[in-house]
């Protein structure tokens, strides 16, 4: 296995890595890949299901924490947001008398309002994201899945709907999921460089993220799941699921809503069509037959990433997974 420090010896196979993302499952992954492949071979197409406007700018939540958590600068104990931020910007607004249960920090939120100004400027929200990136000192490319308006919509069995962080935060992601509304990406084009990276990629990843707000919009927008279906590198995805629960998030809830089984063997079922092999928990070995017989070339392993070291062990597996399968 390779040094968890350092790239891959057989690096020049992984000539060009495209990584599809969203959430915290992403970002910490992305840590470890960057220590197995370099970085600036490195494509994360990134999840926009999420972006929303907070007090008068624009939020987007996985485009930052994949950024964030590449930079080293993320929040471990939140999850999200920057390490050693303060919050006096939305506690003052709360004292005024607005809605904060969307916790933004005082950096975040400038690193939000230059996103905003910038747009306002006329500035492209993939332009803006990779100058961020830069920024902060962050060599992969760092692509938005489009620059359209995506919300990721949340149906409950009350017919109400709710935007995807309104479920997930205001409301603590309740049970009665009852569908999930991935219209708006549907009917986006995708972001500038998402088409062109996924045709020349050489391994294309699915990253730990849950399946349907996070994996699922990207896959929504038009024309990205043809290109990934056309392309002859690898495909291989990470199960999000361990032991029959997600490590992080509200995944459970959200697979039951689609009908899909939670577990390693449903993630993989719902995948199926579109990826070549499937890397899975040691502690769902017991599936890896049925996965197998599902026609993926498997891999299984310790996938929990307690650590950077730990998020590039699975990697390195990862990765060896798609080499096998040139």
């Not at 149906?155 to 009852?178: C, Q, W």
Request: hydrophobic share 40%; glycine share 8%; aromatic share 4%.
């Amino acid at each position: 296995m390779p040094n968890a420090t350092q790239p891959s010896a057989d690096s020049s196979a992984h000539s060009h890595v495209v990584a599809l993302c969203g959430g915290v499952g992403a970002a910490r992954f992305l840590r470890g890949l960057v220590l197995q492949t370099p970085p600036d071979r490195l494509t994360a197409i990134v999840n926009t299901g999420d972006d929303r406007e907070f007090y008068g700018v624009h939020v987007a939540p996985d485009v930052d924490i994949v950024t964030y958590s590449l930079a080293g600068m993320v929040n471990e104990k939140l999850g999200y947001g920057l390490t050693g931020d303060t919050f006096q910007l939305i506690d003052r607004l709360e004292k005024l008398g607005h809605e904060a249960w969307f916790r933004l920090g005082d950096q975040d939120f400038a690193h939000c309002l230059h996103r905003t100004l910038r747009l306002r400027d006329g500035h492209g929200l993939a332009e803006i994201s990779q100058s961020l990136a830069h920024a902060l000192g962050v060599s992969p490319r760092i692509l938005p899945m489009s620059e359209s308006p995506c919300p990721t919509l949340v149906d409950l069995d009350n017919g109400t709907t709710l935007h995807f962080e309104e479920y997930m935060i205001r409301e603590g992601a309740p049970d009665s999921v009852k569908a999930i509304d991935l219209s708006a990406a549907a009917q986006a084009k995708p972001g500038p460089g998402v088409l062109e990276a996924i045709a020349h990629a050489s391994t294309i990843l699915f990253c730990p993220s849950n399946p349907v707000v996070s994996i699922g919009p990207i896959l929504a927008v038009p024309g990205i799941r043809e290109a990934i279906l056309q392309s002859e590198a690898p495909r291989i995805a990470i199960s999000p699921i361990v032991g029959g629960a997600p490590i992080k998030g509200p995944a459970s809830q959200l697979l039951r809503g689609i009908d899909v089984e939670v577990s390693a063997l449903g993630v993989a079922r719902h995948y199926r069509e579109i990826i070549d092999g499937y890397v899975l928990d040691e502690r769902d070995a017991a599936l890896e037959e049925e996965i197998a017989q599902l026609g993926l070339a498997t891999r299984v392993t310790d996938s929990i990433m307690v650590s950077p070291e730990a998020a590039s062990r699975l990697a390195a597996v990862t990765l060896e997974l798609a080499d096998s399968l040139r």
